[in-house]
């Protein structure tokens, strides 16, 4: 094995016959770059110098996964809403429920043995769920109006890895948890997908139109790719 020591992080080298491209893999905080084998070392390390803010951007991001604790769904834990920080509290009630009480994220429920950690997490992610279709509804609406387009349908969905979708036909799709987040990143996402009926793409025509409606895109832009991980559960 080969490796190369850049600044505050060391890359290993994989060569192979087959390969004709370059390519960087960051996984578990460590740094691959797969090459063909007829590069050179020092045309490696000029690859790796270039990269070297993406790769330790990279870095940090797959750090902080890492340090976030997965959600236990008891008392005093704290979850976001609208960029928000409520404690969790949870009460024995008439009917199970969820609602935001005296800055507290309520849950209800109906017997003790209902006071679970899964039956909490399935009755939050459904509050969470309901609130996004109602919010983000008015907030289509409104931004459709304002931008000059008609979507065809407007649904919430779970993604892994993506905030919102714009189909070809117009449809828009957001992903739920996105109401975690401030209210300008909603906004902001919404715009996002509603500019993508006028351009299916992200040319530079297409930001043009995103920064008529929303001046702070970049910034806003660069707080989901930062912070999007905590808006889990």
């Known amino acids: ?41 020092s045309t490696i390390e000029s690859i790796i110098a270039k990269k070297q803010q993406w790769i330790k951007s990279k870095l940090a991001t797959q750090e902080k996964l890492a340090s976030i604790q997965p959600k236990q769904f008891i008392i005093n834990e704290s979850f976001l809403y609208f960029g928000h920080h409520y404690p969790l509290n949870i009460a024995l009630g008439f009917r199970s429920s969820v609602r935001l009480e005296n800055n ?12 679970t950690p899964n039956t909490i997490k399935k009755l939050i992610i459904q509050w969470y769920r309901k609130q996004a279709e109602i919010i983000l509804k008015e907030k289509t609406a409104y931004y459709a109006q304002l931008i000059g387009v008609n ?26 948890k996105i109401i975690m987040a401030p ?11 509603l500019c993508h009926i006028h351009h299916h793409n992200h040319s530079a025509v297409y930001w043009q139109t995103v920064a008529k409606f929303c001046n702070q895109y ?8 930062l912070n999007g991980a905590y808006l889990e559960l």
């Open 1 to 41: 094995m080969t490796f190369i020591q850049a600044d505050n992080f060391t890359a290993e080298i994989v060569r192979s016959s087959k390969r004709k491209t370059v390519s960087i893999k960051i996984s578990k905080g460590k740094v691959f770059i797969n090459v063909p084998n007829y590069l050179t070392h």
């Open 104 to 115: 507290l994220l309520l849950v209800t429920v109906k017997d003790q043995h209902l006071n």
């Open 151 to 176: 979507p065809t349908s407007m649904t919430i969905k779970t993604f892994k890895s993506r905030w919102g979708s714009c189909s070809i036909n117009a449809g828009i799709q957001y992903n739920w």
């Open 183 to 193: 209210e300008a990143i909603i906004d902001y996402l919404v715009i996002h997908e």
């Open 218 to 225: 970049k910034d806003y832009g660069k707080w989901l790719k």
